[in-house]
């Protein structure tokens, strides 16, 4: 009979093994700092079957999982690791993150939240919580969370940006200055503060600022793809001049992001004419905001059509979900959240789908993913509805525009080729509220209100001058200004200050920040007609006042962007309501001021008038939308056909 090892003896074997455990998670952490997961997941499974209750194992392997984008494979491996050690923090906090990852933002909440009351101390939870707070629009609770993480570590300068941000979402403009002006003081050559700075700068219209920050980010980081996208999309605030030095930064844009792209594929076999398209859509708007607002009426008719012919794919860049995001994907054959993955792992998804035509809604406004399609995961890629630029990217093949909105000698500011379409390049989504019209305000108050509820930042020192004009042209005029910054008192005064340096008292200004859509619409029955900023011109507040009965006055420019109103006016029927320069958009104020039978006449018909105009004909729209989308796949067909035969 053999007699029992002592018990020292049975456990020196065991140390040996934890030894030689912890040296394979030393090597494989390694391998991961040198960006070799794969490696790394092989010595942690090692490491695991020597000491199959070592909790730290299986942690680092779920995160090696998260680099290779086995999101799932992650999840197990933490799970592992709290069954062995429940009270591990780090565990939670990085099942969190696999969470994310995995567009489950209610359990990331959950995961980082248990990882905080298991370690108070636990600064990066208090982050990653208050990011994942921000996605969801809580940015209340957002807020909380990042300024526990700063009491832990006051000169965090990433999180006083992450802090600014979401103060900007609450309306509280001087406060995100203030924390973005604090990030800089602490890391003053960091490429990402100065990009956040300067998003504060533009948003409250100090534009020269902004872009000093944007291009001091650019000398900082070059390759800062991000950076670059502001400045480029800052550059449209700028006047009709500005198109040239716009278009540069934008064809650097696209050099760069092509130098980052793997190899393309070749899909020339995909090359057959008559077959339903697989057509993609890629934006982090699929939710109430404008883009869906052009988007969701046109893909809804393309859905109920008894014959398809295009097979519709949304790819969202948001985390955030609502009533609009629901419904446009109920309207597609195909729904992928992409936000938070790489762009590798975005085009892998794209070209697992088989998509053959692949439509950027954003360009270089927030949360695009241009560098995807650096990448080109579709044979035909085409940008529309979210800008009015070019993208710089010799990789996206055309520019859905129209005949009024991009006159042939701006073609030479693009890198697409254009495609026109009939009529208009935009139709809009009727409101989904309940709300008349009303009489005309000057009737009642005995003044003429002028409005206008663009973004504050397109309310130039140019455009303030031309406006001021029109209130001393127009006896007892008032003006109406509504937009998120104005909820700021440091904003009002100074805009106010800026209106008193032309001689306009207070008691002629309105101002009002950000309000739900419907309390928004309703403010239109307070305006009698909507003055147009530019040369960044209007594009849903244009045709959202036209359907409450405003008419806008729009200032006609020579570049897409600042044409924008042109379009939408003469489909609309309104060709009287568009300037050729600013003489002429202060006489035609004060013209249309003076004839408030026409306006009242004019305010009854007009939502009939443009609900019949083709800015509201999604019928005709998705006709026109799917023939070009067949013209340009027809094109590449015979193209590849013709290289397939040599």
Not at 291 to 316: C, M, N, P, Q
Request: glycine content about 6%.
């Amino acid at each position: 009979m053999h007699k029992k090892a002592p018990i020292l003896g049975r456990l020196i074997p065991r140390v040996i093994q934890d030894a030689r455990a912890r040296a394979l998670i030393k090597a494989g952490n390694a391998l991961e700092d040198q960006e070799q997961p794969s490696k790394a997941i092989y010595l942690y499974d090692s490491a695991i079957r020597l000491s199959p209750r070592m909790a730290r194992a299986y942690l680092n392997k779920g995160n090696a999982l998260l680099a290779t984008a086995d999101h799932a494979g992650a999840l197990r491996a933490f799970e592992e690791a709290l069954l062995l050690r429940p009270t591990y923090a780090d565990a939670h906090f990085n099942m969190g993150n696999a969470y994310v990852r995995m567009a489950n933002l209610i359990s990331a909440v959950s995961a980082y939240e248990r990882a905080i009351e298991l370690n108070p101390d636990l600064t990066e939870a208090y982050v990653a919580l208050g990011a994942v707070l921000d996605d969801l629009q809580r940015y209340d609770a957002a807020v909380i969370n990042y300024r526990k993480a700063l009491a832990r570590k006051p000169n965090y300068a990433e999180v006083h940006c992450n802090l600014a941000r979401s103060l900007r979402a609450l309306g509280r403009f001087s406060e995100a200055l203030i924390c973005c002006r604090l990030a800089a003081s602490i890391k003053p050559d960091s490429a990402m503060v100065q990009d956040c700075l300067g998003n504060i700068l533009k948003d409250i219209g100090y534009l020269a600022e902004a872009e000093a920050c944007y291009r001091r980010a650019i000398e900082l980081e070059p390759a800062f793809v991000h950076a670059r996208s502001s400045l480029i999309f800052l550059l449209n605030y700028s006047d009709a001049a500005a198109q040239g030095p716009a278009c540069a930064e934008a064809r650097q844009y696209g050099t760069l992001v092509a130098q980052s792209a793997g190899i393309q594929m070749d899909y020339r076999a995909r090359s057959q004419t008559d077959r339903v398209l697989r057509v993609g859509f890629v934006s982090g708007d699929f939710r109430t905001h404008p883009v869906s607002f052009f988007l969701e009426a046109v893909l809804k008719k393309i859905h109920d059509t008894t014959t398809r012919h295009l097979d519709i794919f949304g790819y969202s860049n948001h985390f955030f979900v609502d009533g609009v995001t629901d419904r446009i994907k109920s309207l597609c054959d195909g729904w992928r959240v992409v936000a938070g993955l790489s762009d590798v792992e975005v085009v892998q998804r794209i070209r697992e789908d088989a998509i053959d035509i692949l439509i950027d809604l954003s360009g270089h406004t927030a949360h695009n993913r241009l560098a995807v399609f650096a990448h080109r995961p579709a044979p035909v890629q085409v940008s529309w509805l979210g800008y009015f630029g070019t993208t710089g990217l010799t990789t996206i093949d055309y520019v859905l525009a129209d005949l009024w909105s991009l006159l042939p000698d701006d073609e030479v500011n693009f890198t697409e080729c254009i495609w026109r379409l009939p009529d208009t390049r935009l139709c809009f989504t009727p409101p989904d509220v309940e709300l008349l019209v009303g009489p005309l305000p000057a009737v009642s108050s005995g003044f003429v209100t002028f409005g206008c509820f663009n973004n504050l930042s397109k309310m130039t020192a140019s455009v303030l001058a031309v406006w001021s004009r029109v209130l001393h042209a127009v006896p007892n005029s008032r003006l109406f200004l509504k937009s998120p910054q104005l909820a700021d008192p440091d904003v009002m005064r100074r805009v106010l200050k800026a209106f008193a340096a032309h001689g306009i008292e207070v008691s002629r200004l309105f101002f009002e920040g950000l309000s739900s859509r419907s309390e928004y619409l309703a403010c239109y029955q307070r305006v009698d007609i909507a003055l147009d900023p530019f040369p960044y011109t209007g594009g849903t507040t244009t045709v959202e006042a036209l359907w409450m009965g405003v008419p806008v006055l729009t200032l006609q420019g020579e570049r897409f962007l600042a044409r924008q109103g042109v379009g939408l006016l003469m489909n609309a029927g309104l060709p009287e309501w568009i300037a050729s320069d600013t003489e002429d958009y202060v006489k035609r104020a004060i013209d249309h001021a003076a004839d408030l039978q026409a306006l009242a006449e004019l305010r009854g018909a007009l939502r009939q008038q443009v609900l019949a105009s083709p800015l509201f004909n999604a019928t005709d729209f998705a006709q026109h939308f799917e023939n070009a989308l067949r013209g340009m796949w027809k094109s590449w067909c015979e193209k590849s056909q013709k290289l397939l035969q040599k």
